[in-house]
């Protein structure tokens, strides 16, 4: 056995055994302070046990066990360049790492990620222009460096974090892109960015029993920033010493399920007058498992488009660029696929008039989205869930749905005679909110998209109060 091969073996198995070890003690809640747990996007995940959120801190350790022990072998071949890579890593995990200890809001954050990839800029980190695919001719940016360089590495970061809503799904895209990235810098020679590669690979695979369904540890914003951040980083560093274009390109291929999910949700939220960060639970493993699909066989499906995605990418940098067109087939058969039989479109027929519709409902919807704010504030002034209910009831009917004044019985009277018409709402594990409009309305506004805003701040006020949630559904419905 080669040198090289025995490190990265070594590398493999330390960081595995390493973030095994951790992710058990996070697991018994040796790191766990109160309050840091799974509880905080209960209405958007389908998990509703108190999870801790630092898995971030395996994936850290296992990546720095790599490092070290290439250091230890050759500590010639670690120049200040991949320092630095650490350095803005880990600036990105301690970001999320504190956002998972006490939330900081999501314009803070974003303003720390572009400080950091500024930081990162002026530490080296860049792409300062892009060979082609062949490797004959490079094209300098020039002006552009930066800001392409800065958006590069808080895109990708955001990408995945964004699909960190289902147990075990950010962890598996991690490990086969990095699997991926790890197989590239073989094929360049780089030894040390394929030997921390292949120690993030072990480290996420240590992490995965702790992070498939039901996860005991969630990979938290700072592990996902972390693997975002990483595979920014690794893949401008790789690029630095082949074809630009080529290892862009195919880490966007790569990508591709984050990706498609991202342009989803912003389309989504874009038409529905919904902030960008807007947390909601229609990604695309939410639509699979209301499509009938349990949880492990949703993430199956999903590991098998990135592995589709990956294999795709890696075709593309041995053969030059030749299968660039059957790359962008494949992309564009599985988004249109998706949107199609995932309803993100009901009718490609009717989607200039869905689109119309929709934007003309944002008013509304924006509105709901503020009221969801304002009683996400009030609760923490509210003495008692009586109170905070009595408000939640007023904020809804200012909204368009019934006040809260009839008896069941009166409720269920209407009902049976079509003069009511029920928006349920509903994430398994967490209580059912039950919100009414008269029957004459129901066409007239979207109240699903409006009970959803209402959904978040109906969920955490169980979970503040301590509200028994028995079988699913609450003890309380909102009419």
């Known amino acids: 056995m080669s040198e090289a091969t025995a490190m990265f073996v070594g590398a493999f198995i330390v960081a595995a055994m390493i973030s095994i070890g951790i992710a ?5 809640g040796l790191f766990t302070r109160k ?38 072998v050759a500590p010639e071949a670690a120049g200040d360049e991949w320092l630095a890579v650490i350095v803005v890593t880990s600036g990105f995990f301690l970001l999320g790492f504190i956002d998972d200890i006490r939330p900081i809001g999501a314009r803070l954050k974003l303003a720390g990620q572009f400080a950091i990839a500024i930081g990162a800029f002026e530490l080296g980190i860049r792409i300062d222009g892009f060979t082609s695919l062949d490797g004959e001719t490079k094209a300098l940016l020039g002006a552009a460096t930066l800001p392409i360089s800065v958006l590069w590495l808080v895109a990708i970061p955001n990408l995945i974090n964004l699909i960190d809503g289902m147990d075990g799904l950010a962890t598996g895209v991690g490990i086969f892109v990095c699997s991926m990235l790890a197989l590239m810098a073989i094929s360049g020679g780089q030894v040390l960015a394929a030997v921390t590669c292949l120690a993030l690979v072990g480290a996420l695979l240590g992490f995965l029993l702790f992070n498939f369904p039901p996860a005991k540890v969630y990979l938290g914003d700072g592990g996902a920033y972390f693997l975002g951040s990483f595979i920014a980083t690794h893949s401008m560093m790789t690029s630095q010493k082949g074809s630009v274009m080529a290892v862009f390109l ?35 493993h939410h639509r699979l498992q209301r499509r009938g699909f349990s949880k492990r066989r949703s993430l199956f499906i999903l590991y098998g488009i990135c592995i589709v995605f990956c294999l795709t990418g890696l075709a593309i940098f041995w053969n030059q660029g030749v299968m660039i067109p059957i790359a962008a087939a494949v992309f564009f058969f599985i988004a249109i ?28 919807i924006k509105r709901a989205h503020r009221t969801a704010a304002y009683l996400m504030d009030e ?16 904020s809804a009917s200012r909204l368009g749905f019934l006040p809260d004044a009839s008896s069941a019985s009166q409720r269920e009277d209407a009902e049976s005679e079509d003069k009511l018409f029920k928006v349920k709402t509903l994430t398994p594990g967490n209580p059912e909110l039950h919100l009414y409009v008269p029957e004459r309305l129901r066409y007239e506004h979207n109240w699903v998209i409006t009970a959803e805003c209402l959904y978040a701040p109906f969920v955490k006020a169980h979970s503040r109060f301590g509200i028994p949630v028995k079988n699913g559904s609450a003890n309380l419905s909102t009419q």
């Not at 998990?47 to 250091?71: A, D, K």
């Not at 291929?253 to 947390?279: E, V």
């Not at 696929?337 to 509304?364: C, M, N, P, Y």
């Not at 002034?381 to 007023?394: A, G, P, Q, V």
């Open 24 to 28: 058990y003690l996070i697991s018994k």
């Open 35 to 72: 309050g840091v747990d799974g509880q905080r996007d209960a209405h958007r995940k389908f998990n509703h046990q108190n999870v801790s959120r630092l898995g971030g801190l395996c994936l850290v350790c296992g990546y720095l066990s790599g490092f070290v022990l290439f250091t230890l």
């Open 250 to 284: 195919v880490t966007l291929i790569a990508l591709g399920l984050p990706i498609i999910d991202t342009a989803y949700a912003i389309a989504r939220r874009a038409i529905r007058g919904l902030p960008l960060f807007h947390a909601d639970a229609h990604h695309v």
């Open 337 to 364: 696929f998706g949107a199609k039989h995932l309803e993100f479109v009901q009718q490609w027929s009717g989607l200039r008039a869905q689109t119309i519709r929709a934007l003309k409902r944002r008013r509304d």
């Open 379 to 394: 609760m923490e002034h509210c003495d008692s869930s009586e109170e905070f209910f009595r408000l939640f009831s007023e």
